[in-house]
């Protein structure tokens, strides 16, 4: 069995254009080969632990070669589970809209707890290594401007660089992505972006 570890980081539903882009490639995914099954996690509906100390200290850690206390390794289960729940799909797809030019808290919230030394990415002498390897991912973003190469407004984009980024940190190197923009710019020009991001979508879908 094939996983496909959706993460929706809107909390807008069946409002969001990268929902509604992603749940179309989910559901193409699914149709293009047999045995295989989706994952959904609902970044704004799910109980993250925290960041706080005790993770904080567990993660310096971690890294120092230290001991943890009782306490420490109580709060830190809850991060590995993320973390295995994680590492255990074959695929990953994320819905998520720029806000405020960069990604939603949850999201940046998820990803801090799963990006973690000896878990996704190791240090050493060469520098960092990630760990999750051998994997595709696939980025549904949507916003209100749009952010072209050349324009001078990609500067504003800390979304899609800020997401290629992190992922190939922890070694997903093999992302590919739409993004449904602008969507603030009026009804003719938002239906056009969401048909033509929906398109491409499901195009890649066959062979993600």
Not at 129 to 135: I, Q
Not at 195 to 208: G, P, S, V, W
Request: aromatic share 12%; hydrophobic share 45%; charged share 25%.
């Amino acid at each position: 069995m094939s996983t496909l570890l959706y993460v929706k980081a809107s909390p807008r539903g069946a409002r969001s254009h990268s929902i509604h882009v992603a749940d179309a490639f989910a559901e193409a995914w699914v149709a293009a080969g047999p045995n295989r099954e989706i994952a959904v996690r609902e970044l704004f509906a799910m109980d993250l632990p925290a960041f706080d100390g005790h993770l904080l200290q567990v993660k310096y850690n971690i890294m120092h070669g230290r001991p943890h206390s009782p306490e420490e390794k109580k709060a830190w289960q809850a991060v590995e589970a993320l973390i295995a729940d994680f590492k255990a799909a074959d695929r990953y797809l994320f819905a998520v809209p720029m806000w405020n030019f960069s990604i939603p808290y949850r999201l940046k919230h998820y990803l801090d707890l799963i990006v973690q030394p000896t878990y996704t990415f190791l240090v050493g002498p060469e520098g960092y290594t990630g760990l999750v390897t051998g994997r595709k991912a696939f980025l549904c973003l949507a916003r209100g401007g749009d952010y072209p190469a050349g324009s001078g407004r990609e500067q504003f984009d800390f979304q899609s660089g800020y997401l290629r980024h992190i992922l190939g940190f922890i070694g997903l190197s093999d992302v590919a992505g739409v993004a449904v923009e602008p969507t603030l710019r009026g009804e003719e020009l938002k239906d056009k972006a969401r048909r033509d991001a929906l398109a491409k979508a499901l195009e890649i879908a066959k062979t993600f």
